[in-house]
Every structure is written in structure tokens, then in C-alpha cells.
């Protein structure tokens, strides 16, 4: 099993930045990859992007390509989710999730969810001024 537990999150205004963080523990040696999504009131879950553990290839979705940034620390078993230029749509919890195969996927500019397998419970973050 794998255990993930992001943190970060926080109320901001328009314009600031954040980091995310998604701390890993437990079967980490068969994680893969690594991904983060995001889930506003009323809307699906939307995958914003990923980055393998062994060579670092990430991806992003085409809605935050450009202010989002993903990058981790192996040795710290955490990945992390920089957000400069927050925007009010911005506002949502945010996951972090694991899964055992594959790299990180980007699709048509799109994120698919069903391919992690281990989820963390999430961290709030909302953009209001």
C-alpha cells in the first residue's frame, strides 16, 4: 500500500502563489508516477498534471500549462505543485495520486484519472480576494 498525504492548501487572492505538497510513505518503491488533480464544487475531477519518479518527465493539462509547475524530490519521497498567477477558477481540493505503471500521460491535453491507483485525501485551496 501506499499512503499519500498532500498539504499546502490555503485561502489567497488573485494573483499570489502556492506550493502544494504530496508526501508519499509506505510501498513508494513501486510508485511510478505521480499526478495531481483538482475537483471544484459541481464539476468533475480534472487531472492537472503529473511527473514520473525515476526520470522526472512531467506533463501538464492544457487549462494550467504555463502557471503550474510539478517537480519532485526522490529522497524526500514528495512531490510538489508550485501555482503562481492563482485565479479564482483555481479554487478546488486538491489530490495527489499514485499509480504503479506507466509514465506520466498526457493525452489531448487531458489527464485520465483511472489509470492511479492510490489517492490522498486532498488539500483546499481557494482563490478569492
Known amino acids: 500500500q501506499v499512503q499519500l498525504v498532500e498539504s499546502g492548501g490555503g485561502l489567497v487572492q488573485p494573483g499570489d502563489s502556492l506550493r502544494l505538497s504530496c508526501a508519499a510513505s509506505g510501498f513508494t518503491w513501486n510508485v511510478n508516477t505521480i499526478g495531481w488533480f483538482r475537483q471544484a464544487p459541481g464539476k468533475e475531477r480534472e487531472g492537472v498534471s503529473c511527473i514520473s519518479r525515476r526520470d522526472g518527465r512531467a506533463g501538464y493539462s492544457d487549462s494550467v500549462k504555463g502557471r503550474f509547475t510539478i517537480s519532485r524530490d526522490n529522497a524526500k519521497n514528495t512531490v510538489y505543485l508550485q501555482i503562481d498567477s492563482l485565479k479564482p477558477e483555481d479554487t478546488a481540493l486538491y489530490y495527489c495520486?499514485?499509480?504503479?505503471?506507466?509514465?506520466?500521460?498526457?493525452?489531448?491535453?487531458?489527464?485520465?484519472?483511472?489509470?492511479?491507483?492510490?489517492w490522498g485525501q486532498g488539500t483546499q485551496v481557494t482563490v478569492s480576494s
Open positions: 495520486a499514485a499509480k504503479n505503471f506507466g509514465g506520466c500521460t498526457v493525452l489531448a491535453g487531458t489527464i485520465f484519472s483511472y489509470e492511479y491507483n492510490y
